[in-house]
């Protein structure tokens, strides 16, 4: 079964997204932790397109289609803002994080150390992001 969502590029569509993620969630054979985390990952990745690509503006929209595939949950997240590739990303080291007092930059390692597989296309003018969660891992 597929669900899915579009939310404005609007910070407060966060708690939108949550609520939904939690419902698609619920019955799914994963712990609570799993739960935590996945919806930790999807909501970091849509709060920077939000932010980063689409600069907050409420009149721009990404779209959230989830589905589950045999024993993956896939979540793919699809927008025309600013194209940001997740895998090219290299996290700062964390000791320049603290030393520095920098805020932010760590949500997309936390990304990918939740996630499964991450994969990224673009054509130019449309990004899609897809966070891929196998529900027996860990």
């Not at 799914?28 to 799993?34: A, E, L």
């Not at 993956?72 to 090219?88: A, P, Q, R, T, Y």
């Not at 990303?89 to 920098?102: F, M, N, S």
């Amino acid at each position: 079964m597929k669900h899915r969502l579009t939310l404005y590029c609007d910070k407060s569509q966060l708690a939108d997204l949550r609520n939904f993620l939690s419902g698609v969630l619920k019955d799914k054979p994963i712990s609570d932790t799993t739960k935590f985390e996945v919806i930790l990952a999807v909501e970091e990745v849509c709060a920077n397109l939000i932010i980063h690509s689409h600069g907050c503006n409420s009149k721009d929209k990404i779209t959230l289609q989830v589905q589950e595939i045999d024993d993956k949950l896939i979540f793919e997240i699809k927008d025309s803002g600013k194209s940001f590739n997740l895998l090219e990303y290299q996290a700062p080291l964390l000791g320049d994080v603290i030393r520095e007092k920098r805020k932010g930059g760590l949500g997309i390692m936390l990304v990918k150390k939740i996630m499964d597989k991450i994969e990224f296309e673009s054509n130019g003018k449309d990004n899609t992001c897809r966070l891929i969660k196998i529900m027996d891992s860990k």
